[in-house]
């Protein structure tokens, strides 16, 4: 059967369709990984290590990523498993909502229901997620790379914030039961949402009927052959690395500034609101220098993965002399630093992600970008993790809580510096014929 003609390029309302797809995938999430959490821990009084847990485990789920991705490109289309796996996420959101209710009264099988409900999580991000970015891979143009990957952010930052605000309001008075309805209101909205979004945005596979299964091997024998491909195994390592690096900090600023600046809750709260304030303003920063200055170095994308990761590796090396400094460093400007340099960083390397994805055999975008998300995963959920162990480690053994706080920000500016180096590796460009 012939093939059918690719369609075209995405215009920006094409992206902004994609872009709420994300917001809805972050709106669940919200719930699921923060309000969840704080109700396990303060309501119920159980363990912090528990929710902590949980969240790790559907962090590890996510390692199916290039399996799910390898079937998206069996069949061709993405558009099915963006719209399975926000199902499948909106479900493992409302059993973890009744599943952290059923603790109330019945502790090990709330849990056991809660166990089943982040690997549901872990398959819906996975396999939404995963498809999402394939799709916008194949149908954004070279020059808009860049923008579409800061629609997407700002729209799932968007997603974080109104749920959490919405979401909020009506869960006072807190009891159990309206936590459970709030949670299905917003899996809902969200999936509703996003079968809107992708309807007939993606139309049918570019193979023809019948021709999707032609010439795939089976998932072990794609990985294999994405996995020798130099830029994307080269990727997969600079994900881990860099994700690794960008996650370690994320639990250890507030009690950082708490311990060795002396803080109080609100003033840390607000520092974080600054590093995410910055995080947004180097999105936009790469986002309006790739529309600008399209064709010349400043709009590189490589060039911003490379410089937004040792502009990251300084602000860290800042904060690490803060801790040495104490009460007198410029605090609040290093954090607004450290969120710019990540932004700037993210965002190009994402860019960089959908113009990779094209690099190698043809119809393996979703074994790379399962790959890729799969790395992006399992190394966000570790570093968290590693980076309390590592604090907890150096307070332990080091009398001053600065410089203990300082070994691991010296330790993941290093990392970054590593990330820079694998970035620089890292070329390629989309066969002729294959750019949308």
Known sequence: MTARPAPPPLSWLGIVRLGLVQAALGAILVLTTSTLNRVMVVELALPAILPGALVGFHHAIQAVRPRLGHGSDVGGRRTPWIVGGMAVLATGGVLAAIATAWMATDRLAGIALAVLAFALIGLGVGSAATTLMVLLAKRVEDGRRAAAAGITWFLMIAG????????????????????????????????????????????????????????????????????TEPPARRFAIFVAV?????????????????????????????????????????????????????????????????????????????????????????????????????????????????????????????????????????????????????ADLARLFLADPGTAYGLVFAAEALLFLASARLAARIDGSPPAGRSP
């Open 160 to 227: 974080f914030a109104g749920t959490a605000g919405l979401a909020g309001q009506f869960l006072d008075p807190f009891t159990p039961a309206r936590l459970v309805l709030v949670t299905a209101a917003v899996a809902a909205a969200a999936f509703l949402v996003s079968l809107a979004a992708v309807w007939k945005i993606e139309g049918p596979s570019t193979a023809g009927p019948g021709a999707a299964p032609t010439g795939h091997p089976g998932f072990r024998r794609a990985l294999a052959e994405v996995w």
């Open 242 to 390: 860099s994700m690794l690096a960008y996650s370690a900090q994320d639990l250890i600023l507030e009690p950082f500034a708490g311990i060795v600046f002396g803080l109080p809750p609100g003033q840390t709260t607000t520092l974080s609101g600054l590093q995410h304030a910055g995080v947004l303003a180097g999105v936009a920063l790469v986002a309006a220098a790739d529309s600008a200055f399209r064709g010349t170095p400043l709009a590189s994308l490589r060039g911003w993965t490379i410089g937004g990761c040792i502009a990251s590796a300084l602000a860290l090396a800042g904060l690490a002399a803060g801790g040495l400094a104490g009460p007198g460093w410029p605090l609040h400007a290093n954090v607004i630093a450290l969120g710019i340099a990540n932004g700037a960083f993210a965002i190009a390397a994402i860019g960089r992600m959908m113009g990779l994805a094209h690099v190698g055999a043809e119809r393996r975008e979703g074994v790379r970008m399962g790959l890729w998300g799969g790395a992006q995963a399992i190394a966000f959920g570790a570093g968290g993790f590693l980076g309390t162990v590592a």
